[in-house]
């Protein structure tokens, strides 16, 4: 049977240096981050190009996509929050190409190893502290002290306030890796049950149509996925980025 | 409108007829209150749409109680072997990460306060 887990390999495809005794090898999955980087400056330098009143095909997308990631922030964070507005915009974009270019057969999804959303997580994490010493000063430590709690459990909320605050990057960077790992699998397992029961013969391959029929639809819900993960992590990365601007209670 | 003429020549039939309508409206009413709590969509406005299905409504939920108890078992574990107070980190710091992973949850499914309940609410 098909390896459903293999999909997941990470092959070197050349060695670039060293540094220490660590190998800086170029994988597939710095190939695939490299093509869903120059997908999104290619849609968006072709979309701006030509630039009209009334926008054509690519000049909608990127339109759409800007309008979207835009609103979000709007939204989340207040007109004060567009200042963050490029990396966001890049997280959303990257997240969302790189998820749908892995939805492609024979191709490798980069959000699927998490030590690629444990960074982009850890980014957004330190980017809300440097932000928030430097706009507040010591006043963003009243993040972790609500107002209206009686003083003799104030301590004790400090210290869970911050352990919540620590613990965001984990289910930040978790949520989007096991999300598009656990996709990826059921659609390798259900689309290794068709070719085993077509092995079968005839009856084999009337049978083989049920798993066919749900890698369509399996499918299609993981192009919702997709999208709603590059979604869930660009909203939450509002929500924390909220969190640096107006620490107060 | 003759229907109008016709209610306003007959007072005593409209005052029936708005009683009616007034039991009727206080049903709905209530129907609406039963439904309306479990909605979560209704409750946790400070939070917009981060979840938009089920299962991802879910698995954020999940995702953010084990993150709590991950990061005070790491610190506990990390103070024990730092300071030697083995196993008094651990056991604290577990119970922390607990309680804070529980914070997470109620955070998130917009049952306890946002962290900046103090500026005003923002329209979705």
Not at chain 1, 94 to 117: D, E, K, Q, R
Not at chain 1, 159 to 180: D, T
Not at chain 2, 71 to 92: H, M, N, T
Request: proline fraction near 5%; include cysteine.
């Amino acid at each position: 049977m098909a390896d459903p887990i293999h999909q997941f390999q990470v092959i070197n495809y050349f060695t670039l240096g060293k540094v220490g005794s660590t190998n800086i090898a170029f994988t597939n999955s710095a190939l695939y981050m490299g093509i869903a980087v120059g997908l999104t400056a290619a849609l968006m330098l072709g979309a701006t190009a030509g630039r009209q009143l009334v926008p054509g095909r690519m000049q909608s997308i990127a339109e759409l996509a800007y309008e979207f990631v835009a609103d979000t922030i709007r939204n989340t964070i207040g007109e004060g929050g567009m200042q963050f507005f490029p990396l966001v915009f890049s997280l959303f974009m990257f997240i969302l190409v790189s998820n749908m270019v892995g939805l492609i057969p024979y191709n490798f999804t980069v959000a699927s190893h998490i030590i690629v959303t444990a960074a982009l997580a850890l980014l957004v994490f330190v980017t809300v502290l440097v932000c928030g010493f430097w706009k507040n000063g010591l006043h963003f430590f009243n993040l972790f002290v609500p107002k209206g709690i009686p003083w003799f459990v104030l301590p004790l909320i400090v210290f869970i306030e911050v352990l919540s605050f620590l613990s965001r990057p984990i289910s930040h960077s978790v949520r989007l890796f096991a999300n598009m790992l656990a996709g990826h699998i059921t659609l390798k397992v259900f689309a290794g049950f068709v070719t085993m029961l077509g092995g079968l013969g005839f009856a084999g391959w009337l049978g083989a149509t049920l798993p066919l029929a749900l890698t369509v639809a399996l499918t299609a819900l993981e192009l919702l996925v997709a999208f709603l993960q590059a979604y869930v992590f660009t909203i939450l990365t509002c929500i924390y980025l909220n969190d640096a601007l107006h620490p107060g209670h | 409108m003759a229907d109008n003429a016709h209610d306003g020549n007959d007072p005593t039939r409209r005052q029936t007829d708005e009683a009616a309508l007034s039991a009727r409206l206080r049903r709905l009413g209530d129907q609406l209150d039963r439904h309306g709590p479990s909605d979560p969509s209704e409750t946790d406005r400070g939070r917009p749409t981060a979840d938009a299905s089920g299962y991802a409504r879910g698995f954020r939920l999940s995702s953010e109680l084990v993150a709590g108890v991950l990061v005070g078992a790491g610190i506990g574990w990390a103070l024990d072997r730092v300071l030697g107070i083995s196993p008094w980190g651990l056991i604290i710091f577990l119970m922390l990460g607990f309680a804070a992973g529980v914070l997470n949850v109620m955070r998130t499914a917009g049952v306890a306060p946002e962290r900046d309940a103090g500026i005003p609410p923002r329209n979705n």
